[in-house]
C-alpha cells in the first residue's frame, strides 16, 4: 500500500497577479474627439477671455504662471518682445509645454493613456523641473517688486 501523497501546504496570502495594463476605453477616434472637445472648449475660453487660473480666481493674485497664455499667443503671433512682455520665461516654458501636451495627445489617442517622457524619472527631468519651478517663483516674486514689467494685470 502506498503512503498518501501530503496536501501542499495552503500559502497564508493571497498570490500576486502578473500586472496586465488597463485596456484603453473607447476607440482611437473617440479618444481624439475627446480631445478635440476639449480643446475646442479651452480655447473658446481663451478667445472670450475667460479666465483660466484658479489661483488667480480664489486670491485676486498673479500665480507664477500668469501671462503665460498671453505670452504664448503672442509668440504665436510672432509678437516676441510682448511675449517676453507678459512672461519673462515664455521661451523656455512654451515649447516644452507644446511638446508635451503633443507627445500626451499622441499616445492618449494612439494607446489610451496620457503620458510623456516627463514621466520617467531620470536625473534630468527631475533637475530641469526644479529649476524651472525656481525660476518662475523668482520672476513671480521679483513682479511683485517691480521687476519684468511688474505683476501682470489678472
Known amino acids: 500500500m502506498a503512503a498518501p501523497v501530503p496536501s501542499p501546504t495552503p500559502v497564508p496570502y493571497p498570490v500576486p497577479r502578473p500586472y496586465t495594463p ?23 475660453a481663451v478667445v ?3 479666465p483660466l487660473c484658479p489661483f488667480a480666481l480664489v486670491t485676486r493674485h498673479p500665480c507664477p ?15 516676441l518682445r510682448e511675449a517676453i512682455h507678459f ?11 507644446a511638446l508635451l501636451a503633443l ?18 524619472q531620470t536625473r534630468v527631468v527631475t533637475l530641469g523641473s526644479i529649476v524651472l519651478a525656481v525660476a518662475m517663483i523668482a ?16
Open 103 to 120: 507627445q500626451g495627445s499622441y499616445n492618449y489617442v494612439r494607446h489610451g493613456r496620457w503620458y510623456t517622457f516627463a514621466f520617467q
Open 22 to 44: 488597463p485596456r484603453p476605453k473607447g476607440t482611437a477616434l473617440g479618444r481624439a474627439a475627446r480631445l478635440a472637445l476639449v480643446g475646442a472648449v479651452l480655447s473658446a
Open 65 to 79: 504662471g500668469c501671462g503665460l497664455t498671453r505670452a504664448a499667443l503672442a509668440l504665436a503671433t510672432g509678437d
Open 48 to 50: 472670450v477671455r475667460f
Open 139 to 154: 520672476v513671480w516674486f521679483a513682479r511683485f517688486f517691480g521687476a519684468f514689467g511688474g505683476p501682470v494685470p489678472v
Open 87 to 97: 512672461h519673462p520665461l515664455v521661451i523656455p516654458i512654451v515649447p516644452m509645454v
